[in-house]
């Protein structure tokens, strides 16, 4: 089973960016970050796939850049122009599926997470 450890998160003042990595231990059809904030249910932030096809979640889109290296297994998340509704915990997620959607029930292996706190 792929393994996946997450780093890059950190504090960071509104407008300000962060970069996410995820460096797997396998390569995977489709790889996916996802968030999780105090009190709230896990949402995804945006998903790609091999064939490097990115979808984004409406809150993200125009600020966030998802990539993967598929190669050496790394996904990363670029978060520019950052808002204080950004502030969450912070997943990777690697998934069997070519096209998983937003579905977390999708993802087969998760992150132990990373950190974000976005402040005024």
């Known amino acids: 089973q792929v393994q996946l450890v997450e780093s890059g998160g950190g504090s960071v003042q509104a407008g300000g960016s962060l970069t996410l990595s995820c460096l797997a231990s396998g390569a995977s059809p489709s790889m996916g970050w996802f968030r999780q904030a105090a009190g709230k249910e896990r949402e995804a932030v945006a998903v790609?796939?091999?064939?490097?096809?990115?979808a984004y979640a409406d809150s993200v889109k125009g600020r966030f850049a998802i990539s993967m290296d598929g190669p050496k297994s790394t996904l990363t998340l670029q978060m520019n122009s950052l808002q204080l509704e950004d502030t969450a915990m912070y997943y990777c997620?690697?998934?069997?599926?070519?096209?998983?959607?937003?579905?977390?029930?999708?993802?087969?292996?998760w992150g132990q997470g990373t950190q974000v706190t976005v402040s005024s």
């Open positions: 997620a690697a998934s069997r599926l070519l096209w998983p959607a937003f579905q977390p029930a999708n993802f087969d292996t």
């Open positions: 790609i796939n091999k064939r490097g096809n990115p």
